[in-house]
T-cell receptor
Framework: DTGVSQNPRHKITKRGQNVTFRCDPI?????LYWYRQTLGQGPEFLTY????????KSRLLSDRFSAERPKGSFSTLEIQRTEQGDSAMYLC??????????FGPGTRLLVL | AQTVTQSQPEMSVQEAETVTLSCTYD???????LFWYKQPPSRQMILVIR????KQQNATENRFSVNFQKAAKSFSLKISDSQLGDAAMYFC?????????WGAGTKLIIKP
């Protein structure tokens, strides 16, 4: 256990529904990252927060995706109008300025 | 753009033997880190070892060591005395400002 938690661990939804995932970082970690990982592939960067500011977003992050990190603590990733292509593992990672990224267990999303 | 290449989709090794996983990368950064992460089946991503590019000495963590060849942009991972618990996907990654750039991974199988 790295100290980064994610909820839920698994989510099954129907196409067109909205889903929201949560990441709780290690408390002193001011940087938070969201990645998407499909089966047999390495993670792909989605977005990055430093404290509460969202500093970078990948082109993979369409307008159906939104992420927040109120007060620089936990973060949420919302996907609106889910599509089957959104099925993947969504990983959260956190770090301090000097540290390596520590990953949570991920949320596995299946869109039917 | 930074890239990371893992040319071995799958490797197998006899328990207690030594195995080397290959990784090459390309980066325009002058100062960067290289990482090996391990992802066991249905479990979270865990950092195995980290190398700072400006350090010539190869990093070592117990049974895990790297062969870092900066000029060749090569960063291989050697696992000595392989154990059943080493079975996992192994990902090589480098950092690029705000994100990690990942290889496609190598699946390591340990034969008892």
């Amino acid at each position: 256990d790295t100290g980064v938690s994610q909820n839920p661990r698994h989510k099954i939804t129907k196409r067109g529904q909205n889903v929201t995932f949560r990441c709780d970082p290690i408390s002193e970690h001011n940087r938070l990252y969201w990645y998407r990982q499909t089966l047999g592939q390495g993670p792909e960067f989605l977005t990055y927060f430093q404290n509460e500011a969202q500093l970078e977003k990948s082109r993979l992050l369409s307008d159906r995706f939104s992420a927040e990190r109120p007060k620089g603590s936990f973060s949420t990733l919302e996907i609106q109008r889910t599509e089957q292509g959104d099925s993947a593992m969504y990983l959260c990672a956190t770090r301090t300025e000097q540290e390596t990224q520590y990953f949570g267990p991920g949320t596995r999303l299946l869109v039917l | 753009a930074q890239t990371v290449t893992q040319s071995q989709p799958e490797m197998s090794v006899q328990e207690a033997e030594t195995v080397t996983l290959s990784c090459t990368y390309d980066t325009s950064e002058s100062d960067y880190y290289l990482f090996w992460y391990k992802q066991p089946p249905s479990r979270q991503m865990i950092l195995v070892i980290r190398q700072e590019a400006y350090k010539q000495q190869n990093a070592t963590e117990n049974r895990f060591s790297v062969n870092f060849q900066k000029a060749a942009k090569s960063f291989s991972l050697k696992i000595s005395d392989s154990q059943l618990g080493d079975a996992a996907m192994y990902f090589c990654a480098t950092d690029s400002n705000y994100q990690l750039i990942w290889g496609a991974g190598t699946k390591l199988i340990i034969k008892p």
